[in-house]
């Protein structure tokens, strides 16, 4: 049969574990591929944590949120918050959480 026919070997690199981060933790209401996509956006943007540098590993925790929160609900941050986190040059997101969020920080109702 057709089901017989595929095999699948060894697992996807989209699904390989992601690497350790000592701040990147699943969050409550995070699905498991999404702190996955978030962790390895950490590793491959910022490199293994940095030993000793606490503040460093929680900067690098907060950008993969800005990203991710970005990235999956078209949320906006400053500019420069942003840029840290690799998102410069970006269209405006209209998601309707982005612009709720928009509407609010104008002070709308």
């Not at 996807?12 to 350790?20: I, T």
């Not at 969050?27 to 590793?43: D, K």
Request: proline share 11%; hydrophobic share 40%; charged share 25%.
């Amino acid at each position: 049969s057709e089901i017989d026919s595929v095999r699948l070997v060894g697992t996807p690199a989209s699904l390989s574990p992601p690497p350790p981060h000592p701040f990147v933790t699943l969050q409550p209401s995070e699905t498991e591929s999404a702190f996955a996509e978030r962790a390895r956006w950490v590793h491959r943007r910022f490199g293994p944590p940095p030993a000793g540098d606490e503040r460093a590993a929680m900067q690098q925790a907060a950008l993969s949120m800005v990203w991710a929160n970005s990235r999956h609900l078209g949320c906006r941050y400053p500019a420069k918050v942003e840029r840290s986190a690799g998102l410069k040059g970006r269209p405006i997101a209209a998601s309707g959480a982005a612009l709720d969020g928009e509407m609010r920080m104008r002070g709308a109702k």
